[in-house]
């Protein structure tokens, strides 16, 4: 799959006609989230307060991440990585933010799972966090076929899932 703005190669594979095989690994990502935090060892009692509050945080801002994001696509709304045929390019709210806030939220979201329950959890979530990113670089050449006025707003919005973060 090639990147049009630049025309170089990505090196990654569409993974079906929507990018069907991208979603199959993210739900088998975030599976084994769930399968460490419940099986995985708890965590310890040192720093519990901190940890505690670190996970609603981020649960929170996760939640009303994804949420404000999905709203904002409405119909549009796809778990694949190419957009919907006939959409329009989404620019405002969360994506004056962030190109991909859904993707953010789920990692936070992943990542206040793993806090609340283990330790162990926080691989899972790390690996997750990496095939989100390859599944972003997919979805924007998907998008900037679809739409030519994403390269301009890709330079426009800096942060790719999360806002002031990533």
């Avoid at 720093?47 to 009303?64: D, F, V, Y």
């Avoid at 405002?92 to 962030?98: I, S, T």
Wanted: glycine letters at 14%; charged letters at 20%; proline letters at 8%.
């Amino acid at each position: 799959m090639k990147d049009p703005s630049t025309g170089r190669r990505l090196g990654l594979p569409s993974l079906g006609p929507r990018g069907e095989g991208w979603l199959a690994l993210q739900v088998i990502a975030f599976g084994a989230v769930v399968g460490a935090g419940l099986a995985g060892p708890r965590w310890g009692a040192s720093a519990t307060p901190w940890r505690e509050l670190a996970a609603g945080a981020a649960g929170l801002l996760g939640a009303a991440l994804a949420v404000a994001a999905g709203v904002e696509l409405g119909d549009q709304l796809t778990p694949f990585p190419r957009p919907v045929k006939d959409g329009q390019l989404r620019d405002r709210g969360a994506y004056a933010l962030a190109r991909h806030p859904i993707y953010g939220g789920v990692l936070l979201l992943g990542l206040a799972f793993a806090l609340a329950t283990s330790p162990l959890a926080l691989g899972p979530v790390a690996a997750g966090a990496a095939l989100l990113e390859l599944k972003r670089r997919v979805e924007e050449a998907f998008l900037l076929r679809q739409h030519p006025s994403y390269e301009q707003y890709r330079r426009r919005v800096r942060w790719r899932l999360l806002p002031f973060l990533w």
